[in-house]
């Protein structure tokens, strides 16, 4: 009776030793774990759920593993904040990669650039001001400082252009992301301030609250601003 037991228990160790290829199923199995891999599955995760989404341990669940691993390639959570939204805000630049001597045309692309970077991922925007500048927000503060510069904006000025356009683009991103209102409720708004209008005739006269070309509205205020950045001849 023993060798039989031996002998059945050896065709089924047989069996359950069987590789993947022999039995037809495909191996399974995570690709090695890499700091690309943790920074690209944390932008994922703060799509889905937000900066309070992310927790080490539910972005090592993610990654298929241990938390205790992620840390032989980031020091912490914050350092993974850091890293993420860093990478979601790499500048490529136009595609025509040709000296140009339009520096309006050049921040335009730069800053449309940014906002549609930060509205792909809309916890960027809130979450830019609170930490380090890492590499690629530097490259593009870089060259739009350059820009302006070369422009004719003077040293003096240049730090106040900046952080106008910073506050212009961060400002019109994150309303964008939040203001989410669909046909219905603008209407309804609407309609609820023309019931007003003797309070408030001039915002009610314009229909402000129709008014839904976001994209439009960033690019003429962004021109509005342009002309006040422009030198004076």
């Given amino acids: 009776m023993a060798a039989k037991r031996s002998g059945a228990e050896s065709k089924g160790s047989g069996r359950r030793g069987a590789s993947p290829l022999q039995s037809g199923q495909e191996p399974r199995s995570e690709p090695p774990l890499s700091l690309e891999r943790i920074v690209a599955t944390a ?20 990654l298929g593993s241990g938390a205790m691993s992620l840390y032989w390639h980031v020091g912490n959570k914050e350092e993974v904040f850091d890293l993420a ?10 595609p025509d990669i040709v ?15 940014w906002r549609a970077s930060m509205l792909r991922h809309p916890w960027s925007a809130s ?10 927000i530097l490259i593009r503060l870089e060259l739009l400082s350059k820009t302006l510069s070369g422009a004719g904006v003077t040293d003096a000025d240049l730090n106040v252009a900046i952080w106008s356009l910073w506050n212009y683009v961060i400002g019109a991103t994150i309303t964008r992301a939040n203001f989410d209102l669909s046909d219905d409720d603008r209407a309804a708004a609407q309609q609820r301030l023309t019931g007003l209008s003797q309070h408030y005739p001039t915002i009610e006269r314009s229909r402000l609250l129709l008014d839904n070309d976001w994209d439009g509205a960033f690019r003429k205020g962004l021109d509005f601003l342009l002309d006040g950045l422009a030198p004076r001849q």
Avoid: C, F, Q, T
């Fill in 99 to 113: 000296e140009s001597r339009d520096w309006r045309g050049e921040i335009v692309h730069m800053l449309e650039d």
């Fill in 43 to 62: 932008v994922d995760l703060l799509d889905a759920e937000g900066v309070d989404g992310l927790k080490m341990r539910r972005l090592a669940d993610r």
């Fill in 85 to 94: 939204l860093d990478s979601v805000l790499e500048y490529r630049g136009p």
């Fill in 127 to 136: 979450l830019l001001p609170r930490r380090a500048l890492g590499p690629n």
